[in-house]
């Protein structure tokens, strides 16, 4: 966050007016001060050539616009961006290099009374003794990253092959699932966001058929030309209209069934079987669902779970309103 706000203050700030400070310390910023600007916005040198054969009036409104659009920037980020929070701030202790530091073992004890739910308070006080034989530890942390570093650490084992630290792995495990936080779900609404704007007809199954192929496409990095193409696909691209219309037909003749049945004394049997048709409909689609959620489980894809979260509920909702019909079919039969 701080190497980010750095960055777009030096395309238009003097680099004594933000280089000392860092975290809190940005807040106190002053982007929209004049006394802090640089004489000349930085734009690129492609743009620089762009505007070589400008006017100097043209050059000049192009530079107050990006010095502008600079400070709306950062002052938006300012705004945003938590920089006063000290649990972020903490979180340096996880650094390899921080090891030996005396105000990481300060910053460690914070983490963990904040963090109940692992660690109970009565327990600190271990999993202090814990660190402090930890940074004793004598550890290889040149070109390690983060995850690299810790997982040395909980590969550490004592003489009867329990581990080494183990409040300090459980704390620890628990610490560095925050810097990711839920970014991926995140990501997975606001496709099916943009998904329920831009499209007209939208029921379950082209929510699914969508985030399936968006799932599938990033294997590729997203480029369509490295996706390959093999008979057993091109067998299912031309089975797949006809399959859609036999799913069309069959949801048209169930609902002829009903306007039917809405008009006429319908047979007890048949509207039984049309109820335990759409039992197992549902129990098919519930099925699947936990197909999907299990493939994106081992394979770690959140779209795929994500699909089968939904086609579950789906699936959930048809077979209790189903099973409520049968019910209420059976009791009518019984009469």
Not at 322 to 329: D, E, H, S, V
């Amino acid at each position: 966050m701080v190497a980010l706000v750095h960055k777009l203050c030096g395309r238009f700030m003097k680099v004594e007016s933000y280089n000392p400070k860092t975290g809190k310390d940005l807040l106190l910023l002053q982007p929209s001060s004049s006394v802090n600007w640089k004489s000349k916005v930085e734009v690129g040198e492609d743009t620089e050539a762009a505007m070589a054969s400008w006017e100097a009036a043209e050059k000049r409104a192009f530079r107050l616009g990006a010095r502008s659009f600079y400070i709306k920037c950062t002052e938006y980020l300012l705004s945003r961006l938590p920089l006063d929070n000290t649990n972020l701030e903490s979180l340096h202790c996880l650094h390899p290099d921080a090891q030996g530091r005396e105000t990481s073992a300060c910053d460690l004890r914070l983490l963990a009374a904040r963090l109940p739910q692992v660690i109970e308070a009565s327990k600190i006080s271990a999993l202090m003794d814990e660190f402090t034989l930890f940074q004793l530890e004598p550890i290889e942390t040149f070109s390690l990253s983060v995850d690299q570093h810790w997982q040395k650490v909980f590969e550490l084992k004592k003489a009867d092959g329990s581990a080494k630290y183990p409040l300090l792995c459980k704390v620890i495990k628990a610490l560095l699932c925050i810097p990711h936080g839920n970014a991926d779900l995140e990501r997975g609404f606001s496709e099916n966001r943009r998904m329920l704007l831009e499209r007209a007809r939208l029921t379950i199954h082209n929510v699914n058929g969508i985030r399936q192929i968006l799932s599938h496409a990033k294997r590729f990095g997203g480029d369509p030309s490295k996706f390959v193409v093999t008979p057993t696909i091109i067998k299912a691209v031309q089975g797949s209209s006809k399959r859609y219309r036999e799913r069309i037909a069959a949801e048209e003749s169930v609902a002829k069934r009903r306007c039917t049945d809405s008009s006429k004394s319908p047979e007890k049997d048949d509207a039984e079987q049309a109820v335990q048709a759409e039992v197992e409909t549902a129990k098919k689609m519930i099925c699947n669902a936990e197909l999907l959620i299990g493939r994106g489980v081992k394979s770690k894809d959140f779209g795929d779970i994500e699909s089968g979260h939904s086609l579950l509920a789906e699936g959930k909702s048809r077979l209790a309103s189903a099973l409520a019909k049968l019910t209420c079919a059976k009791k009518r039969s019984a009469t």
